[in-house]
T-cell receptor, first 112, second 113 residues
Framework: GAGVSQSPSNKVTEKGKDVELRCDPISGHTALYWYRQSLGQGLEFLIYFQGNSAPDKSGLPSDRFSAERTGGSVSTLTIQRTQQEDSAVYLC??????????FGDGTRLSIL | AQSVTQPDIHITVSEGASLELRCNYSYGATPYLFWYVQSPGQGLQLLLKYFSGDTLVQGIKGFEAEFKRSQSSFNLRKPSVHWSDAAEYFCAVGATGTDKLIFGTGTRLQVFP
């Protein structure tokens, strides 16, 4: 597609369950980013990929959070043993080197 | 530490009025600066960016912003607001064009007819 695609758009799960969030970047974009948007914390950086490598994962809040990127394209953000404070909108962005980031519409995650 | 401050949480203007949204940043070097807009349930759309050169930058939808190094500011302006401009606006800073972004807390714009 023409833009960054994220799935699912909404996810409701029970506390303690694992969730996977998917991001399809714009074709050809080498850089991929994950951010989290929550009422209390605003927009926070989580992790950055260049190709399949993650040179900056400084924003991951705990070891329950992990992400991978395969084939220099699709990325998956995994949250294990979800907690209520994980409830947020998770945004993915992609870019060409040196160019601004283009964002997807996000996945709204709700932990019951 | 790097930070972005948007002092106005909520701004209300009448349609046709001029608009200025404030953004101040704290950064050790020359920053890369961005303004994004977010409509409800949507992702962030880039309005404009400043990397270098002319300090007055033009963006989409009739927006412009001016980089003032002496004031550490990058305020967003529009001469005449349209009802469709109602949204949340985020200022962001990065070390390079590809670096992670640090966002301000956002300014919610409400437009009255």
């Amino acid at each position: 597609g023409a833009g960054v695609s994220q799935s699912p758009s909404n996810k409701v799960t029970e506390k303690g369950k694992d969730v996977e969030l998917r991001c399809d970047p714009i074709s050809g974009h080498t850089a991929l980013y994950w951010y989290r948007q929550s009422l209390g914390q605003g927009l926070e950086f989580l992790i950055y990929f260049q190709g399949n490598s993650a040179p900056d994962k400084s924003g991951l809040p705990s070891d329950r959070f992990s992400a991978e990127r395969t084939g220099g394209s699709v990325s998956t953000l995994t949250i294990q043993r979800t907690q209520q404070e994980d409830s947020a909108v998770y945004l993915c962005a992609s870019s060409l080197d040196g160019q601004p980031q283009h964002f997807g519409d996000g996945t709204r995650l709700s932990i019951l | 530490a790097q930070s972005v401050t948007q002092p106005d949480i909520h701004i209300t203007v009448s349609e046709g009025a001029s608009l200025e949204l404030r953004c101040n940043y704290s950064y050790g070097a020359t920053p890369y600066l961005f303004w994004y807009v977010q409509s409800p349930g949507q992702g962030l759309q880039l309005l404009l960016k400043y990397f270098s050169g002319d300090t007055l930058v033009q963006g989409i939808k009739g927006f412009e912003a001016e980089f003032k190094r002496s004031q550490s500011s990058f305020n967003l302006r529009k001469p005449s607001v349209h009802w469709s401009d109602a949204a949340e606006y985020f200022c962001a800073v990065g070390a390079t064009g590809t670096d992670k972004l640090i966002f301000g807390t956002g300014t919610r714009l409400q437009v009255f007819p």
